[in-house]
């Protein structure tokens, strides 16, 4: 998930832990929504720049225009080269929280205002 401080949503990426590719997972999925497939099923440094590349296309960062995304800390977000590289050759400036900290809901509120709520409703419709 990626929201602006103006509100602005990017489309959401899923996640299924499958090892091949099942479009019919993408049923009734918001629109511009797109998916990638690992048998983790938790997102991991190559899925992650798959992301950050739509990110890319949907934010459109300019030499004028650069971009602050900040960013959990998730070892996905903060130990993968070519995401640097890429963060770098397109003008986007990537800010890492501290990972598990007490603090996290402090310094992270869309986990709580935003991630939680949708986590047990994405879940009950699965149910």
Known sequence: ?????????????????????????????PPGSFACYNESEWINKESFVVWFKKFIEFSNPLPNKPLLLILDGHESHT??????QLARDKNVTLVCCPPHTSATHHLQPQDVSFMCPLSTFYEQELR
Not at 5 to 28: C, I, T, Y
Not at 79 to 84: A, D, G, P, T
């Open 1 to 29: 998930m990626c929201m602006s401080a103006s509100g602005n949503f990017m489309p959401p990426m899923f996640v299924f832990p499958r090892k091949q590719e099942n479009s019919l997972l993408m049923n009734d999925a």
């Open 79 to 84: 130990k993968s080269l070519e995401l640097i």
